[in-house]
Structures are given as structure tokens and as C-alpha cells.
């Protein structure tokens, strides 16, 4: 695995990031709308509406809950729907893979080079709700200057999801299935809205194994104070889960683009 | 010294052979066509040479680098026009131009200079602010042409490079082509118009069924397989297919040029009709069959 790294040269991985920094300053504007609009909204009608009847939950204010939970929606939402549609479009319709590979990058590199870049667009995004949730009355904390690189980790983790997934797909349609039966319940039971400890206990087993779960976890100790022994592990899971998905993107991305 | 050479290339997808023991080669200097119908395997070539798909049996080598192992350094030494249109269709000329620069490794001293000799090129520089999808169709060709020479390669792989386009603009782009070779630039350019083989190209492979069935100048070729002269002969069916038989008892080679019969390689006698010079169009015809598969 080394050898292979060591390939990944520095001037193959800034062209696939200058492309796409470049088409990212012509639709910034509406990225960055909809990555504040949306945890606004959800923080408005959770916040307000299961703020009504819930004060109250783990222990938290449930806007800073929900607050610091939603954090790791806007991750997943910046980095796994970008990368599973973006992907599929830039392979299939747009052929921009094709342009790519016929200069001096490798399937390698282009993959890693975009999952870097949809992980610092997560990064940045991801802190969008607590941004918002500071509005609202979160109180700042020093240990939310860590969120960015968690948002970042998970980020890149879910870039190589979308794209293993992308790259296993014939249509576009197909994506419906991964998005109702794996996204949207990894998505719900991940402590986000509600803690995990409620639900039956096969289901909080099945959390253990959702990235988002260790991410919500995480970001909520990162702004209300670090438990240690328990983060090694949620990171140390999430590291994980961004090294498998990424060599298996490489690996399904070679097989989809290479002949 | 040769700027590509295949040998015995062989590429397989499942029961079908796309390219089947094929030897190619491209002298440094010179432009080579690529010549033949649809599946063919042209484009299975091309992709072969960019490592976008792996031979199964052969050996590709290209500026002295051998594929698929050291295929990125060739890459870095060779420009791409594909034959279906990839620009980001959402930035300008300039910043897909920019792009590239970068994906082909233009240092930052050279960068500016770089993009604006493509602009020139391209005759595209009081468009630079221009979005791609806000150019012609000949624009977007001649800007992506411009795109896969950014980096001033050694080759320059060509596939289909004025399919779909208005008899104008490809003459523009010939122009262009042509430039290139004159400057000593190494090209390969697959192609199914004839007309555009037999204007640019120094020697001419024909493909079918995967193989190379020819390969030679132009005008060689022509002689070769269809003599100096060919008689058009116009009439009803009946008579075209009389014609057909009386020419191949006589040893002819014949070929159905639409309303008419051609009837190649006359000299002297042969039946009535329009004489006319052979050309490239009755070899292509005559080696890759006259039915469309």
C-alpha cells in the first residue's frame, strides 16, 4: 500500500483541485445558500416545534442538540449527494473523467484528488449549523474550532462512498435505492435529532456502525467538552471509514473508467 | 524514430475483438490516419494509447515510453481531442484552457504564455470571457483542439476531429491540422471522412473488423488497390448488376457508388460510362466491404 501512496504525485492532484476549485467560484453562491438555508430551517422547525414539547434532551438544550447534531447532516449532504451525483455526471454525460485521465493523472489521483476537495467542502459547510445554532444561543466553545476537520474527515469518507457507489451504477435512477434504504436511516438514527440510547437495542448496535453516529458524537464533545477514551474510538472509526471508501473508490472508479 | 508503435495489439471485450493483432506506426513528423467505418475499432485504438484501456496482448510504445506501465509520461508529452466534446461547459475559453494548463503540468512561469498561444491557435482570443456554452459548434471544436495542445506536445492524438461539423469549419480545422504537421508536430488522427485522410495525412492505415487491412500514402494505396481509373457506369438495377458481373469475369473490381456501378482499375477498354480518377473513397470501400454491419 505504500508504493501505491507514492504515487500520488503533487502536480496530478492540484489539476483535479484547480478544476475543481474553478467550477466551484461559478456556483459558490447557490452552495453556500442552501448549505445555510437548510440547517436554518431544520434548526427553525426541530427547534421550535420539538423545542415546544422538549426542552430538554441528553442533557442538552435541544436547539444546541440539534444545534450540534445537524452538523453532520450538512456533512453528509455536502459530501455524499455532491459526490454520488457529481461523479455519475461527470463519468457518464459530461465525460470530464475521460479528459482527465488522458492528461498525466491516474484513476488514483483523480479520486483521491476529489474526495480531498468535497472533504474541505464538507468541512466548511459542515459548521453552517453551529454557526447558525450560535444565533440562536449556542454558546461558543474553543473545541468548535476542531469541527472543521471532522467535518473534513467524515467529508472525505462519504466522497469515496458517493463515488464507489457512483461508479457501480448504470443509471442515475439507480441512486434512489442507496439514498432510502442507506442514506436516510443512517441519516435519522444517528443521534442527530434524538438520542440513540431510546431506540430498541439491535438499532443502537446498528449505530455503532454508522460513520454519521461517530461523527454527531464527536462534534457535540469537540463543543461541549472532549471525552477521550470515547473519541479515540469515534475517530478512529471514522479515519476508517474514509480509508476504506476511498481505496474502494479507487478500485471500482478503475474498473468503471479503464477498460 | 517512430513517435508510437503498436505490435500486434489485441484488445477483447468479452466475445467480441475490438482490435485484433494490430501494428501501427506513426514516424516522428508525420501525420497518420486511421481509417474506417464505425466499429472498426478506432476508437478502442485511441483509448488503448491514453491507457484508458488496457491491451490484452502486444505492445504499445509511445516517444520511447512503453504502455500501459509508463503510460503517464506519455501522457504528459501528448495532446488529447476527443471525439465527443468534454469541455467544462460552464467556465470560459480561458479557464478551461487554464485547467489544463494545469493538469499538464505548465509551471507557473510558462502558464500565461501557454494559454495565450492556444487562444492564437484557437483564434479564439477576444472570446477568452466567453463561456463554452455560449460558443458555436465550431468554437467549442476549435477550443477544444486548443485545449489538448496547451502544453506544445510531441503528439498529437486526433479522434474524429471534425465529425458532425459544417463543411466550413472543417476546412478551418484541416487548416489548423495542417499547421501542426508543418511545424513537426507527430499526429494520429482517426477519422471515417476519406476526403480528410487523403488531405492531411502522409500515410494512411485502413482498419475493419479490428485489422489493419492497408497502410501506405494515400495516393499509393489508390493505385494499389484500385489502378488509375475507375468507369462509372449509371442505369437500372438490371444493368448494374449485368455490369457487375461482365467487369469481375473480366478480372475487375467493382463497387456500387450508389445509382451507379464503379468498375476500378480500368485500363483502356472496359464498359461505357464516366471515366474518372480513382480515389481513396473505392480503396476504403473495396477493404472494408460494402455492407454496413
Not at chain 1, 154 to 159: E, L, Q, S
Not at chain 2, 128 to 139: A, E, H, I, P
Not at chain 2, 175 to 196: F, K, N, P, Q, V
Not at chain 2, 253 to 273: A, E, I, M, Q, Y
Amino acid at each position: 500500500m505504500n508504493q501505491r501512496i507514492g504515487r500520488l504525485e503533487r502536480p496530478a492532484l492540484m489539476g483535479v483541485l484547480v478544476r475543481e476549485i474553478i467550477n466551484f467560484s461559478s456556483f459558490w453562491r447557490s452552495s453556500t445558500f442552501s448549505a445555510t438555508v437548510e440547517p436554518t430551517v431544520y434548526l427553525l422547525a426541530f427547534g421550535f416545534g420539538f423545542g415546544a414539547l422538549v426542552s430538554e434532551v441528553g442533557g442538552f438544550d435541544y436547539i444546541d442538540y440539534i444545534g450540534t447534531g445537524t452538523v453532520a447532516t450538512a456533512v453528509l449532504f455536502s459530501s455524499a449527494f455532491p459526490s454520488m451525483f457529481g461523479t455519475f455526471v461527470k463519468y457518464k454525460f459530461q465525460r470530464t473523467y475521460d479528459a482527465i485521465l488522458a492528461a498525466p493523472v491516474d484513476t488514483e489521483e483523480l479520486v483521491t484528488a476529489e474526495a480531498l476537495w468535497i472533504g474541505i467542502r464538507a468541512g466548511t459547510y459542515g459548521c453552517a449549523p453551529m454557526l447558525v445554532a450560535m444565533v440562536f444561543g449556542l454558546d461558543p466553545s474553543w473545541g468548535m474550532l476542531v469541527v472543521p476537520f471532522l467535518g473534513f474527515i467524515a467529508g472525505f469518507g462519504w466522497a469515496g462512498f458517493g463515488m464507489a457507489v457512483a461508479a457501480r451504477m448504470n443509471s442515475i435512477d439507480n441512486f434512489s435505492y442507496v439514498i432510502s434504504a442507506v442514506l436516510t436511516p443512517l441519516f435519522l438514527v444517528a443521534g442527530t435529532f434524538f438520542p440513540i440510547d431510546g431506540l430498541p437495542d439491535w438499532a443502537q448496535v446498528a449505530a455503532q456502525a454508522n460513520p454519521l453516529y461517530h461523527l454527531v458524537e464527536l462534534v457535540r464533545h469537540a463543543v461541549f467538552g472532549f471525552e477521550p477514551g470515547a473519541d479515540v474510538i469515534h475517530l478512529a472509526f471514522l479515519v476508517a471509514f474514509g480509508l476504506l471508501t476511498w481505496r474502494l473508490a479507487i478500485t471500482w472508479m478503475q474498473k468503471r473508467l479503464v477498460d | 524514430m517512430s513517435a508510437l508503435t503498436l505490435r500486434g495489439v489485441v484488445k477483447r471485450f468479452g466475445a467480441l475483438t475490438a482490435v485484433d493483432h494490430l501494428d501501427l506506426d506513426v514516424p516522428e513528423g508525420t501525420c497518420v490516419g486511421l481509417l474506417g467505418p464505425n466499429g472498426a475499432g478506432k476508437s478502442t485504438t485511441m483509448r488503448m494509447l491514453t491507457a484508458q484501456a488496457i491491451p490484452d496482448e502486444g505492445s504499445i510504445e509511445i516517444l520511447g515510453f512503453k504502455l500501459p506501465k509508463e503510460s503517464k509520461a506519455a501522457r504528459a508529452q501528448c495532446g488529447v481531442v476527443p471525439q465527443l466534446d468534454n469541455l467544462d461547459i460552464t467556465l470560459t475559453v480561458e479557464q478551461n484552457l487554464l485547467v489544463f494548463a494545469y493538469l499538464y503540468r505548465i509551471d507557473r512561469a510558462h502558464r500565461k504564455a501557454a494559454i495565450e498561444r492556444a487562444l492564437e491557435i484557437a483564434n479564439l482570443s477576444d472570446r477568452r470571457d466567453t463561456k463554452v456554452d455560449k460558443l458555436s459548434g465550431g468554437m467549442r471544436r476549435r477550443l477544444l483542439i486548443a485545449r489538448g495542445l496547451v502544453h506544445q506536445p510531441r503528439l498529437v492524438l486526433l479522434d474524429e476531429p471534425t465529425v458532425g461539423l459544417d463543411p466550413q469549419v472543417r476546412q478551418e480545422l484541416w487548416a489548423l491540422i495542417d499547421r501542426l504537421r508543418s511545424e513537426g508536430t507527430s499526429i494520429l488522427m482517426s477519422t471515417h471522412y476519406i476526403e480528410e485522410a487523403e488531405r492531411l495525412c502522409d500515410t494512411v492505415t485502413i482498419m475493419s473488423h479490428g485489422k489493419a487491412v492497408a497502410s501506405g500514402p494515400p495516393r499509393q494505396l489508390v493505385t494499389e488497390h484500385a489502378g488509375a481509373e475507375a468507369i462509372e457506369v449509371y442505369g437500372p438495377p438490371a444493368k448494374l448488376a449485368e455490369v457487375e458481373r461482365s467487369s469481375r469475369e473480366a478480372g475487375l473490381k467493382t463497387r456500387r457508388t450508389g445509382t451507379s456501378v464503379s468498375v476500378l482499375g480500368v485500363n483502356g477498354d472496359g464498359p461505357d460510362g464516366e471515366r474518372r480518377p480513382t480515389n481513396l473513397e473505392d480503396v476504403f470501400v473495396l477493404l472494408t466491404g460494402e455492407e454496413i454491419a
